[in-house]
């Protein structure tokens, strides 16, 4: 059985591959076929992936496509924070009859 990616490329165990739906990164650990859709399970997170939605990459792409919970932390929370001010700063922007 022949896999493919979403681009044509092999798809085989060992392979490294980004899921283009959240950029999540990882090696296949199984392939499987399974209601006329072939399937890749990611070994680092245990999720499997349709081969239409993923792409081939070189282990050594990994980092430029691994993201940093850490970031994704940081970043929610200065959005959140950013949204807060914005909504304080509306809220102060009405006039006496309610419009703005």
């Given at each position: 059985m022949e896999a493919c990616d979403i681009r044509g490329e092999?798809?085989?165990i060992g392979s490294?591959?980004?899921y283009g739906g959240t950029g999540?990164?990882?090696q296949v650990s199984d392939i499987?076929?399974?209601n006329n859709s072939t399937w890749a399970k990611f070994n680092e997170n245990s999720l499997w992936y349709s081969l239409d939605t993923i792409e081939v990459i070189n282990k050594d792409d990994i980092k430029k496509y691994a993201h940093d919970d850490k970031d994704r932390v940081e970043k929610v929370k200065d959005l959140k924070n950013?949204?807060?001010e914005d909504a304080v700063a509306n809220a102060m922007d009405v006039d006496a009859c309610g419009a703005g």
């Open positions: 092999t798809v085989s490294y591959a980004r999540t990164v990882g499987k076929i399974e950013n949204v807060k």
